[in-house]
């Protein structure tokens, strides 16, 4: 599960903090306040290529990070472990 999600410089995003949790959560606003930029970064933090074209105007880099909550005896932390 992600818990947190933190996005900088990503299309309209210049910084955002969402705390996530359990459950459904919706994404709602007005056009162009960044609901599609949200779900970009989901994708790029799963792994999804980047495009340049996505990066704030005005900066170099664009920045996701996210933090899981993962099942120590799930599949997944086997992998991570693995991994290194």
Same mark, same amino acid.
């Given at each position: ?7 900088? +410089? ?6 955002? +903090?969402?705390?996530? @949790?359990? *459950?459904?959560?919706?994404?709602? *606003? ?16 799963? *792994? %999804? ?8 105007? *005005? @900066? %170099? ?9 993962? +099942? ?13």
């Amino acid at each position: 599960m992600i818990e947190s999600l933190h996005i900088e +410089d990503l299309g309209v995003i210049e910084e955002a +903090d969402l705390p996530l @949790s359990r *459950g459904l959560t919706a994404l709602t *606003g007005e056009t162009g306040a960044g609901k599609t930029m949200v779900l970009t970064s989901l994708g790029l933090l799963l *792994g %999804q290529r980047a495009e340049t074209t996505i990066v704030r105007t *005005g @900066s %170099q880099r664009s920045l996701v990070e996210g933090a899981f909550l993962v +099942d120590p005896d799930s599949r997944a932390a086997a992998r991570a472990l693995e991994a290194g």
